[in-house]
């Protein structure tokens, strides 16, 4: 069974830092890409910043220079640096794991699984 752990999320002033972490675990199948989205009271969820397995990294516009995304050597883990933190940043925050497994012919499976998110509060 396929569990997907955030952590590291807190309360923090504005201008300030969280390092938050996403551990993958029971992973049967290969991790094409790891991502953190955000979701903010009342809103959708949106793609904060993505990481593939080849190491391309795409960021939201909001985040690009302030927040940055990395993995482990294994990649089953994925950490976001996030640093001079606003108000607008507050949500709670979650890891999606994108997967697939090529089960032989043209039976190719794809995967995504969901943390069940950390919460980012930014006192302004």
């Known amino acids: 069974q396929v569990h997907v752990v955030e952590s590291g999320g807190g309360l923090v002033q504005a201008g300030g830092s969280l390092k938050l972490s996403c551990v993958a675990s029971g992973i049967t199948f290969t991790i094409d890409a790891i991502g953190w989205y955000r979701r903010a009271s009342g809103q959708p969820h949106t793609l904060v910043a993505r990481?593939?397995?080849?190491?391309?990294?795409n960021y939201a516009d909001s985040v690009k220079g302030r927040f940055a995304i990395s993995r482990d050597n294994v990649g089953s883990a994925a950490y976001l640096d996030m640093n001079s933190l606003q108000f607008a940043d507050t949500a709670v925050y979650y890891c999606g794991i994108e997967g697939s497994r090529d089960n032989g012919g043209d039976n190719r499976q794809s995967f995504f699984y969901w943390g069940e998110g950390t919460q980012v509060t930014v006192s302004s």
């Open positions: 990481i593939s397995s080849d190491g391309r990294t």
